[in-house]
């Protein structure tokens, strides 16, 4: 599938970057016992994990729908990406524990120029990275790559932090900037985090389609009645990777079956080509006679 290979490609490229600046982050801190260091060596280490693991959630998600799974296998992304948003989300409560703890028990780093200019570096990797991801990400409407895209984001706000960080202390010997900057960086992982989670329950929960794809869905709808065609009801969305539409249409009783269904494909290519190929769309069919007013 063309998604599943973008996805693979994005998620491999991904593994390779965190992998060089992981391994410089501990070099860092190995150097300087900096807490902001560690903290963003661990996240990208996470990052390695969880992007291997990705590689097996985009094949299981992107398989077709079988005899046990008749509506595909796309939930299990969602399942993940939920629990990347935890795991995320109580990182960064742990990590705002220590950063106090380092605070009260006076923990003191020391900087040098040469960590400086390995943060300059991976900083710059990184957002190369985040771009990429992005990018595949709204092209396959994966939440699984949205998730490592945050991930490789906070690395970016984690490496511009503890750049500021040694900067300061080696300016200033300012040594609590330290843990300050830690704190600030798990307020941002617990606040994007808790954004990750939200979506995967809401596509768990099958939320419907934004009111402007909906909005959009019924004027295509409003515009294809005809003389066979007398109304539409009981119009139906559900958001995730590949969207659904249901909706029922009124239909005179002497409608010949071959217009019926000219009429039905061509509304579903018109609704595919605004929200995308990939959306299944269920029209049915109900006579006039046999019709009730229904509201969308």
Request: with cysteine; glycine share 4%; hydrophobic share 50%.
């Amino acid at each position: 599938m063309p998604n599943e290979k973008i996805e693979t490609r994005a998620i491999k490229w991904a593994i390779t970057s965190a992998i060089f600046w992981t391994l410089a982050k501990f070099t860092v801190w190995l150097g300087l016992g900096s807490m902001s260091m560690i903290t963003s060596a661990i996240d990208s280490l996470w990052d390695i994990f969880v992007s291997a693991l990705n590689l097996f959630i985009v094949k299981t998600s992107n398989k077709e729908a079988d005899d046990d799974h008749n509506y595909g296998h796309s939930k299990v992304e969602w399942f993940w990406a939920i629990f990347e948003g935890w795991f995320i989300l109580w990182a960064g409560v742990f990590v705002i524990y220590q950063s106090i703890h380092n605070l009260i028990i006076h923990v003191e780093i020391q900087s040098s120029y040469l960590w400086i200019a390995t943060m300059v570096a991976v900083t710059i990797m990184t957002l190369f990275i985040v771009k990429y991801l992005q990018k595949a990400a709204e092209r396959t409407w994966s939440l699984v790559l949205k998730s490592d895209a945050l991930h490789y984001k906070t690395d970016i706000y984690m490496n511009l932090w503890v750049l500021l960080s040694l900067i300061l202390i080696k300016l200033t010997w300012f040594w609590q900037i330290d843990s300050i900057v830690s704190i600030l960086i798990a307020g941002y992982m617990i606040y994007s985090s808790s954004h990750i989670i939200i979506e995967g329950f809401d596509l768990l929960m099958d939320k419907a389609l934004s009111k402007e794809e909906i909005d959009n869905i019924q004027k295509i709808l409003e515009t294809s009645k005809c003389s066979n065609i007398k109304s539409f009801h009981d119009l139906k969305t559900k958001k995730g990777k590949i969207k659904q539409v249901e909706a029922h249409m009124v239909v005179e009783w002497d409608m010949k079956v071959k217009n019926l269904h000219d009429s039905m494909l061509n509304l579903s290519e018109k609704i595919k080509k605004e929200l995308g190929q990939e959306t299944k769309v269920y029209l049915h069919p109900d006579y006039l006679e046999e019709w009730e007013p229904h509201q969308w």
